[in-house]
């Protein structure tokens, strides 16, 4: 079992993807409709258990499924250093701290960020989040994010630093 302090993936059994292999990764999942989370869910479960990706590799991959990147997730993307998953745990290593905006709120992420990729009640969720936060008068950490149902509608509960906050998707 992989617990929340895990460190990323080292030694002889880490596999190194290719550009040809994670961008048949980001195919399958392209082709999957859904919510952001969702599709970051399916993303970085099939990465595989034990893996590190360049951040070159990953843009390159990006690039060659036409996936576009703009506005703040370019500045996200372009200072990924290196992606790492060991079981469900995954590293984000940036080059540096990650200040920006997105949908008119601002958000930093450290330059490591850790999350857990999992199901619960049989819904995708990022838990056990560190390095991510957005700013309301002061910066609130980002402690996990899931998709719910309610009323037919998907959310996303984000739980914060500072509470429980349900935003619609769509």
């Known amino acids: 079992m992989v617990t929340s302090d895990s460190t990323p993936p080292k030694g002889d059994n880490v596999i190194s993807l290719s550009v040809s292999d994670v961008a048949d990764i980001i195919s399958r999942v392209k082709g999957a409709a859904g919510d952001p989370i969702s599709v970051a869910t399916q993303l970085f479960s099939a990465l595989g258990e034990n893996v ?27 200072r990924i250093g290196e992606v790492a998953k060991l079981g469900n745990r995954v590293t984000l290593t940036n080059v540096q701290e990650i200040q920006s905006v997105l949908n008119g709120k601002h958000f930093r992420l450290k330059a490591e960020v850790t999350f857990n990729v999992v199901e619960e009640d049989s819904l995708p969720a ?18 996990s994010m899931q998709v719910k149902q309610n009323g037919g509608t998907k959310i996303v509960r984000v739980v914060t630093s500072e509470g429980t906050k ?3 998707l769509g």
């Open 126 to 143: 990022l838990t056990n989040i560190s390095g991510v936060s957005v700013h309301e008068l002061v910066w609130i950490d980002i402690r």
């Open 166 to 168: 349900d935003v619609a």
């Open 52 to 78: 590190t990706i360049s951040g070159d590799t990953f843009r390159q991959a990006l690039a060659a499924c036409a996936v576009p990147v703009v506005g703040s997730l370019s500045d996200v993307v372009s």
